[in-house]
T-cell receptor, first 112, second 113 residues
């Protein structure tokens, strides 16, 4: 079945460092791909999405490119801030499907 | 839009009691999802509805759990009787047609003592 694998955390960075959180997926069709972010005590929030190969999703300085050849959707940010400390979830949804498959989440700590 | 609204935010109950969690999805969204989140098991999909009809309840852990969606603006998740291992944060999320992202509520933190 479909699945999402993301790098284990926690990831600890200093402010203004470059961030990469790796995500790979397995899917039989042509899924849409997502990154969600969860701040402490809150629900998940959609951060960005890409619906087809080579699409780049971006939001709040975060970017991820849908790479079909490597089945990857890595999250990047050029300069992280303390306020980016959260748990990040990679996810996929089959075209025409209702259900979204979530990765296990990667916790990010950013130190001042 | 106020987003997905869940109530209560926190619930503490004794083992054996009935617990009802409530969710109001975003108006116009036609899919609704119930998730449970724990440190040990992460985010688990319990059940989801499309146009108020349950589509897949294979994630419901056992018969003590039930969910209903009597109309497009309201859903409940009930646990009867509750057990300490049900302690978790329960999230409701909704999604619209053609909009592939989910909007999550703030969750209900359930503690069963």
């Amino acid at each position: 079945g479909d699945s999402v694998t993301q790098m284990e955390g926690p990831v600890t960075l200093s402010e203004e460092a470059f961030l990469t959180i790796n995500c790979t997926y397995t899917a039989t069709g042509y899924p849409s791909l997502f990154w969600y972010v969860q701040y402490p005590g809150e629900g998940l929030q959609l951060l960005l999405k890409a619906t087809k190969a080579d699409d780049k999703g971006s939001n709040k300085g975060f970017e991820a490119t849908y790479r079909k050849e490597t089945t990857s959707f890595h999250l990047e940010k050029g300069s992280v801030q303390v306020s980016d400390s959260a748990v990040y979830f990679c996810a996929l949804r089959d075209a025409g499907g209702f259900k979204t498959i979530f990765g296990a989440g990667t916790r990010l700590f950013v130190k001042a | 839009d106020a987003g997905v609204i869940q109530s209560p935010r926190h619930e503490v109950t004794e083992m054996g009691q009935e617990v009802t969690l409530r969710c109001k999805p975003i108006s116009g969204h036609n899919s609704l999802f119930w998730y449970r989140q724990t440190m040990m098991r992460g985010l688990e999909l319990l059940i989801y509805f499309n146009n108020n009809v349950p589509i897949d309840d294979s994630g419901m852990p056992e018969d003590r759990f039930s969910a209903k969606m009597p109309n497009a603006s309201f859903s409940t998740l009930k646990i009867q009787p509750s057990e300490p291992r049900d302690s978790a944060v329960y999230f409701c999320a909704s999604s619209g047609t053609g909009d592939y992202g989910y909007t999550f509520g703030s969750g209900t933190r359930l503690t069963v003592v």
